[in-house]
T-cell receptor
Framework: DTGVSQDPRHKITKRGQNVTFRCDPI?????LYWYRQTLGQGPEFLTY????????KSRLLSDRFSAERPKGSFSTLEIQRTEQGDSAMYLC????????????FGSGTQLSVL | AQKITQTQPGMFVQEKEAVTLDCTYD???????LFWYKQPSSGEMIFLIY??????QNATEGRYSLNFQKARKSANLVISASQLGDSAMYFC?????????????FGQGTTLQVKP
């Protein structure tokens, strides 16, 4: 059973460095979502793809953030010039378009910016 | 705009007892869905239960049931016969079925601790 997988699980970086996270969704799912979750809060929507098209981006996604899903399969989320405020859990989820769009989540990438 | 409110930051329940986690929501959307997810310390969000706004009956999934009161805009989660493994963070979330984005809006979460 292959669920949503994210890599790496943990990332520690210094302020100003660039980081990239990868998400592999469930293979038959056409939608892929990125969320950010800070300690003690619920996840906040960042962006989503339907196949390879990025259809919506949150205002939370500053120009230092970029996400891609080049072939409609895996996705990457890159943060350039990281800041301490970027420290959070980055969650990826996937779903199949339908009436009841249950999102399946990965275990997340925990980012710590020192 | 859509909003989910969970007013209980933390809850305790004795093992084998039932517990209710509160969730209220606000939306002008005529068609929406409500979810509950469980997040253990490992970080993964685990789907528990779903309720559509037009569903006539309250949803149930094993020990989980959703007490849906549309007029009050509440969607409380009831966990029966609590187990130690139920200790986790619980999130209520809403989706707009009209917008067709599949985007979930989450509440702040409730931490549940089950006592032996």
């Amino acid at each position: 059973d292959t669920g949503v997988s994210q890599d790496p699980r943990h990332k520690i970086t210094k302020r100003g460095q660039n980081v990239t996270f990868r998400c592999d969704p469930i293979s038959e799912h056409n939608r892929l979502y990125w969320y950010r979750q800070t300690l003690g809060q619920g996840p906040e929507f960042l962006t989503y793809f339907q196949n390879e098209a990025q259809l919506e981006k949150s205002r939370l996604l500053s120009d230092r953030f970029s996400a891609e899903r080049p072939k409609g399969s895996f996705s990457t989320l890159e943060i350039q010039r990281t800041e301490q405020g970027d420290s959070a859990m980055y969650l990826c989820a996937s779903s199949w378009t339908g009436v009841n769009e249950k999102l399946f989540f990965g275990s997340g990438t925990q980012l710590s910016v020192l | 705009a859509q909003k989910i409110t969970q007013t209980q930051p933390g809850m305790f329940v004795q093992e084998k007892e039932a517990v209710t986690l509160d969730c209220t929501y606000d939306t002008s959307d005529p068609s929406y869905g409500l979810f509950w997810y469980k997040q253990p310390s490992s970080g993964e969000m685990i789907f528990l239960i779903y309720q559509g706004s037009y569903d006539q009956q309250n949803a149930t999934e094993g020990r989980y049931s959703l007490n849906f009161q549309k007029a009050r805009k509440s969607a409380n989660l009831v966990i029966s016969a609590s187990q130690l493994g139920d200790s986790a963070m619980y999130f209520c979330a809403m989706i707009s079925l009209s917008s067709n984005t599949g985007k979930l809006i989450f509440g702040q979460g409730t931490t549940l601790q089950v006592k032996p």
